[in-house]
RNA sequence: GCGGGUAUCGUUCAAUGGUAGGACAUUGGGUUGUGGUCCCAAGAACCUGGGUUCGAUUCCCAGUACUCGCCCCA
């Protein structure tokens, strides 16, 4: 009783003012993460077959490492003054107040595992392969999560174009083999940082010249990262760099002869591939040759690029992280995009394993002895379906019926009892009462029988 | 970071200034231990916060999310 006294208290005096406000408990996460249903792991689950076979064919070993790296190692290798750095990076201080971000990307990551594991003394190249989530703080819209995955590959302590080749054959070759067929390679090199310096202060030279003409973003970027206003869609910085110096007309000897090996090994590919110099790429550590995988997608008049993963060589990483000079090229694809653009094409997607028979019971006796019976089919490599949690006979053949079974074993009370099975042959409907103990070479006659 | 659009059962669509209806899906049933079709039934929703109003899911504003585009990128 005098509980509901102060049930009715409770109730009719507080709604004026909540005090302590409670958080609300929104039954979404955060912007930009998602969850991945069952219902589109079938692309996913291509996707994570055919890259990892793709790189176990090239004999690229899987790495896997953390989430969280201390901060400087991504502020040092992608470089600051770019977006994914100044504006992107989920960060944070732990109790122990060390400076931790979740990483960007997988690139920075590897090459600190590379040194700290004295992958040096390896035999060269180091060849890994990886997937897994990664974080930046973006405008989500199609295709891009603030939570995404990427799959690549990296190979390090190799100076040969031909590497550069294989990155770009490996990352076509899973696009492809998706289905997305539309997909085309652009690249650039932009050269070492010996001739990107004099490339760079004559673009600098011819941009300044230009200035006025240049969009609000572009006039910062002259002073801080110049390259990659050949990056920019304002119009009229397209303009304006029609004519600007291009990167492959000013490479060093070294760096011209390593492009044009490339591009002979991927002609001898016949891979397609279209050279872009205005491709610059936004990260700080790419050096000679950058790439990029992309689709053209008809949207109304003009067609989109859409990029579905890119790479590069990145020669001058790991010495920037304090290891010995390590020549690398790597690629990464986004997993996303991917998926979307396989879904946006009816692109073929993962065939689940489908139960062939499924598994009836009738009562708590023929229950148990159907547990027993279930994992010797399972053992015998029978797939086998059940729902052992409803009751009447006709909901579990209903369901045996959806999944589209073959044979459906029913176990009643009286079957338990007398050691026997019930064999139903779904399509035709005849049943016939077996042994139980042969049930699971009689099962596999019938199915080698009916066949596929 | 900037602009446009959207916001109703699990999904997909309706209607409505007086608290909402269908379809698909789900669960149960159409006698006792037998599926597909069919029939019946049940559960299940107005993003959040303000404002206008006697009254708002509906109108207005803000927030949030989604979405498209810009920027950037995978």
């Known amino acids: ?28 996460p955060p ?22 076979k793709a790189a176990a064919d090239f004999g690229y070993r899987r790495i896997d490492i953390p989430l969280v790296e201390f901060t400087n190692i991504f502020s040092r290798s992608i470089g600051e003054g770019t977006d994914i750095i100044d504006k992107e990076m989920y960060s944070f201080s732990t109790k122990g107040g060390e400076k931790v971000s979740l990483r960007p990307e997988f690139t920075a990551g590897i090459a600190r595992s590379y040194i700290q594991h004295g992958m040096n003394v390896s035999p060269k190249p180091v060849k890994l392969y990886y997937s897994g989530p990664c974080y930046r703080y973006d ?15 990296e190979a390090l302590g190799e100076q040969d174009p031909v590497l550069d080749a294989q990155m770009i054959q490996m990352g076509w070759r899973v696009i492809y083999q998706l289905g997305i067929r539309s997909v085309r390679v652009s690249v ?46 304002e119009d009229k910085c397209v303009q304006v760099r029609a004519s600007a110096p291009q990167s492959i007309d000013h490479l060093c000897e070294e760096c011209r002869v390593h492009f044009k090996e490339l591009l002979e090994y991927l002609e001898e590919l016949e891979i397609p591939f279209d050279l872009d110099s205005n491709l610059v790429r936004g990260l700080d550590y790419y050096t000679k040759t950058v790439f990029e995988f992309l689709t053209v997608s008809e949207g109304g008049g003009d067609a989109k690029k859409n990029a579905l993963g890119g790479g590069g060589r990145y020669d001058g990483l790991v010495k920037m992280l304090g290891g010995e000079s390590t020549p690398a090229v790597g690629f990464s694809l986004g997993m996303d995009r991917l998926a979307v653009e396989m879904k946006k094409l009816g692109a073929r997607q993962y065939k689940e394993p489908k139960p062939r028979v499924f598994l009836a019971q009738l009562g708590v006796f ?3 002895k159907s547990l027993r019976m279930f994992e010797a089919l399972e053992r015998s490599g029978i797939r086998v379906a059940e729902s052992f949690g409803r009751g009447s ?4 053949l209903k369901v045996a019926d959806r999944l589209g079974v073959e044979i459906t074993l029913i176990i009643g009370q009286k079957e338990a009892l007398d050691e026997t099975v019930i064999v139903k042959d779904m399509a ?21 029988k009916i066949g596929h």
């Open 1 to 28: 009783m005098p509980k509901k006294k102060n049930i009715t208290k409770k109730t009719t005096k507080n709604p004026k003012k909540p005090q302590a406000v409670k958080e609300e408990l929104l039954l979404q």
């Open 31 to 52: 912007r930009g993460m998602r969850d991945i249903l069952p219902a589109d792991q079938v692309y996913w689950q291509q996707i994570r077959r055919l890259s990892e």
């Open 139 to 153: 405008r989500p819209q199609e295709g891009r999560f603030r939570e995404f995955f990427q799959f690549g590959c």
């Open 188 to 233: 650039n090199s932009i050269g070492c940082p010996a001739c990107r310096k004099s490339y760079r202060s004559l673009l600098v030279h011819y941009f300044e010249s230009k200035k006025q003409k240049l969009c609000i973003d572009c006039k910062k970027r002259l002073e801080k990262n110049p390259l990659r206003i050949l990056d920019c869609k």
């Open 366 to 368: 023929a229950k148990k």
């Open 393 to 396: 006979l006709k909901s579990q």
């Open 428 to 448: 035709s409907g005849n049943q016939e009462i077996i042994d139980a103990g042969k049930v699971v070479d009689e099962v596999k006659r019938r199915l080698k």
